[in-house]
Nanobody, 123 residues
Framework: QVQLVESGGKLVQAGGSLRLSCVAS????????MGWFRQVAGKERDFVAR????????YYGDSVKGRFTISRDNAKNTLYLQMNSLKPEDTAVYYC????????????????WGQGTLVTVSS
């Protein structure tokens, strides 16, 4: 059974930084493309970033390019998201997932979500 545990979210002022972590179990982490998504209440979950199994290939959503950095530690089965220059519009619950590409968009590959971690950016 796939388990994903996100952490690191908190209240931060605009312009600040946070690092989110996601510890994965129940999957072969080192072989999985992984990604971050975020969701605002009442809206769809949006793609944030994706990293290949080796970490060599990375994609970002347009709204976070140049501000967020995705990385991974395969020895620790852990995915990270470094978020800099945070804006109030980054406020959301952030989720990690194994991902797959369908029709040019990234989706949850295993239909497994963690509980998410809440990031709140105040203006």
């Amino acid at each position: 059974q796939v388990q994903l545990v996100e952490s690191g979210g908190k209240l931060v002022q605009a312009g600040g930084s946070l690092r989110l972590s996601c510890v994965a179990s129940g999957l072969t982490f080192s072989s999985a493309s992984m990604g971050w998504f975020r969701q605002v209440a009442g809206k769809e979950r949006d793609f944030v970033a994706r990293i290949s199994p080796s970490g060599a290939v990375i994609y970002y959503g347009d709204s976070v390019k140049g501000r967020f950095t995705i990385s991974r530690d395969n020895a620790k089965n852990t995915l990270y998201l470094q978020m800099n220059s945070l804006k109030p519009e980054d406020t959301a619950v952030y989720y990690c997932a194994a991902v797959k590409l369908i029709g040019g968009n990234w989706y949850n590959a295993l239909n497994a979500w963690g509980q998410g971690t809440l990031v709140t950016v105040s203006s």
